[in-house]
């Protein structure tokens, strides 16, 4: 069934990669919401460019277009900033969440929200879709608060859970482990953790999953993640080995979060995913080697 889409933070990297998908594999009518002044689509009925926290605008774009799926890649992603800039963190990853649930139980719109795997405290990761979170960090609290609201609140909520994802064009808003991949391609050294591990997520598995949950309108909580559980300095290694890089420029440290409490042994086990949807997530062999033709051997 055509659905009308209406995607939060349009111009952050997840959801470029995911209206992308969308555009190319779905009939489904797109809309766009941003802080950024940027021209999205030539039909500017379809995007609004105000601040996900001006309320009114946001609230009267929805009302306006009626969406049937309300995605929502808003948010405070820093999780260094998030421990100084407390009342920021909150507001876009909370207070942003809560006017979208109200505006999704008005227009009972099925709401997706993007979540992460530092809502556990890393004590005995990876961690299925039902444990109990236990967020050690700001960071990880803010998104907490916004998955209890929403569970709590709708009835047509998708909460997708995710591990740190690769795979995205370089950018300056890269992902640290896409970081790793453009660092070592510019010959500088990489400092990354050998006591922090997490089974990394690639892009593509990601959108598709997405995609899937919209389409067979499935609610609750779904996780994503590769099959490779690993420490973020043995990530940087793989990536040296596929893309031939400098592996001495690769530095092993403890916690590169500048001192802020992080879970030691994140990632999300994704068996209910899997069998929800009938797919795989990418081995992280396959996944890097995608990157490596998608960015270098074109």
Known sequence: MRKKILIIGATGALAMALSKLLLAETDHSLYYLT???????????????????????????????????IINCAGFSD??????????????????????????????????????????????????????PNPVNYYGKTKHTAENISLTTLKKITVVRTTPFYGLPFSENNTFLDDYIYKLYRNYPVNASDFLFTNPCFIDDLTLTIMKLIDRELFGVFNTGGPDWLSHYDFAVKVADIFD??????????????????????????LKTETNLSLKFTPLENGLTACKFRFFDK
């Open 245 to 270: 890089f400098n592996k001495k420029l690769i530095h092993k440290i403890k916690n590169p979060f500048e001192g802020v409490r992080m879970p030691l042994k994140a990632g999300l086990l994704t």
């Open 35 to 69: 802080s950024k002044d940027t021209k999205i689509t030539e039909d500017e009925t379809r995007f609004l460019i105000t601040h996900p926290l001006e309320v009114k605008n946001v609230k009267n774009f929805c009302f306006n277009i009626l969406p049937d799926v």
């Open 79 to 132: 999780v260094v900033l998030a421990e100084n800039e407390r009342k920021l963190a909150w507001d876009l990853n909370v207070r942003v969440v809560e006017n979208l649930v109200n505006i999704s139980k008005i227009l009972d719109s099925h709401l997706v929200l993007i979540s992460s795997d530092l809502v556990f405290d890393g004590l005995k990761g990876p961690y299925y879709d039902d444990t109990k």
